[in-house]
């Protein structure tokens, strides 16, 4: 079979098995290709070509692709015990709770253990009600959670939510930022305020520095639990162990999951404080299970991930290298005025918001034909975001810094043409 014939078997069998618009806007975007491997931040396709991934897997591939010490660390546990009985103790889920008490903000202690960031917000939720006693969830407008149903009655963007109503009841959405609307409908009622440190899909939108602090003593003040989703934000991402630290905020409840499998394996945590999970789960330890949740090589995967990040000085790895990607970008914003309207972010967790969403798209489609892999923000199709594994290297910024100038300029050109 040729490599032209795999691929239109592969994408032919999206058409008819999986789903045929997503087949569609897959090739409209220039991704009309067969992924075949990866290693490090490059990856290769069925037709032959090398991408340099600056998605990242929105966020998952903070190690890169196939990290080899995450990978031995699996392929060790896989050849002893893959999957728990699930009636013994288990030692790579002891050791991963352990790890996550020891490198979490403040005295977040206890972990539960599931397989991806929804489930991660389930939990969440289920604890928050179950601890306080209290049903309802103040959200916020653009902020991205998951698409179950009770991770879809947080995230805030009505084309996702709608076709789904009546969803779950008690949540209410208010502007990204705006310290006065959390005050307004934060009450008696309130288990808790769900919010992402930095939005990543609602357009990668950091807050202003009062921001995090002003929603920490909101809920004090009012006994509601902040829960920060760092799904997406978590694990050096940002140029911080956690996004929480850039403002020196604790939060009741943490998620995670994405960076935590290492790229590796899927996996995802809900994080909190001893008094909360003993009011949670002290009557009724089964309350909250999941069958593969915390299976043990998801958890060799995440303790492979952390250490790997400690060692390696990842967190100051994405300080660097977004310092240098930020500047870069921001020089092709100033020769683009008309086209771009910010460059923002921290660390390397980038977007840039584009005046034009055609320009947008068609700058995506002009950078996978120059070797780099780039996506817009699922709630934000203004803004391109640029999420490339912590591990890239000086030239490698360099490349997708010019591959973004050159489609952006081609792009600018094809708009003045039509
Ligand atoms: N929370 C945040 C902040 C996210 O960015 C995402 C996914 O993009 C999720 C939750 C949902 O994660 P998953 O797709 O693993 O369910």
Redesign the pocket.
């Known amino acids: 079979m040729t490599p032209e014939d795999r691929i239109e078997e592969v994408i032919s069998k999206y058409q008819r098995y999986v789903n045929p618009g997503l087949a569609s806007l897959m090739k409209f975007g220039g991704f009309g290709d067969v992924e075949v491997s990866a290693s490090g931040c490059i990856v290769r396709t069925a037709s032959g070509s090398e991408y340099l991934d600056c998605l990242g897997g929105?966020?998952v591939f903070t190690l890169g692709h196939s990290h080899p010490d995450v990978v031995q660390a699996v392929r060790r546990q896989l050849e002893v015990m893959p999957l728990s009985s699930r009636t013994f103790f288990q030692e790579p889920l002891a050791n991963l709770a352990e790890k996550l008490a020891q490198v979490a903000p403040g005295d977040l202690q206890y972990s539960f253990l599931c397989n991806?960031?929804?489930?991660?917000?389930e939990g969440a939720l289920k604890i928050a009600r179950v601890a306080t006693g209290r049903t309802r969830f103040v959200c916020t407008v653009g902020?991205?959670?998951?698409?179950?149903m009770g991770?879809l009655s947080a995230t805030g963007r009505e084309v996702f939510r709608k076709p789904f109503d009546p969803l779950v009841p008690g949540f209410v959405h208010v502007p990204f930022d705006d310290v006065a609307a959390v005050e307004e409908h934060v009450d008696a009622e309130t288990a808790g305020v769900v919010v992402?440190p930095i939005q990543?899909?609602g357009g990668i939108r950091c807050p202003h520095p009062d921001y995090l602090p002003r929603l920490r003593e909101i809920c004090n003040s009012r006994g509601a639990l902040l829960i920060l989703?760092?799904?997406?934000?978590g694990l050096a991402r940002t140029g911080a162990m956690f996004a929480c630290y850039h403002w020196n905020v604790v939060p009741d409840i943490m998620?995670l999951?994405?960076a935590l499998g290492g790229g590796v394996m899927?996996i995802?945590a809900v994080m909190s404080t001893a008094p909360i999970w003993q009011a949670a789960f002290d009557e009724n330890p089964l309350l909250h299970t999941s069958t593969f949740g915390g299976n043990p090589l998801a958890c060799a995967a995440g303790l492979a991930t952390l250490h790997v990040i400690e060692r390696d000085g990842l967190v100051e790895r994405a300080q660097t290298r977004g310092n240098q990607l930020l500047d870069g970008l921001r020089q092709v914003q100033a020769r683009f005025p008309d086209a771009l309207a910010e460059v923002r972010g921290m660390g390397l967790m980038v977007g840039v918001e584009f005046k034009i969403k055609d320009v947008a798209e068609l700058s995506i489609n002009g950078m996978a034909r120059r070797g780099v892999i780039a996506a817009y923000t699922?709630n934000n199709p203004y803004v391109m975001r640029f999420e490339p594994p912590v591990i890239i290297t000086e030239e490698q910024v360099n490349q997708a810094v010019n591959a973004f100038g050159e489609a952006v300029e081609e792009a600018v050109a094809m708009l003045a043409d039509v």
């Open positions: 929105y966020g991806s960031g929804t489930e991660a917000v902020g991205f959670h998951g698409k179950s991770s992402e990543g899909e989703d760092e799904v997406q934000t998620t999951a994405k899927p995802g699922l």
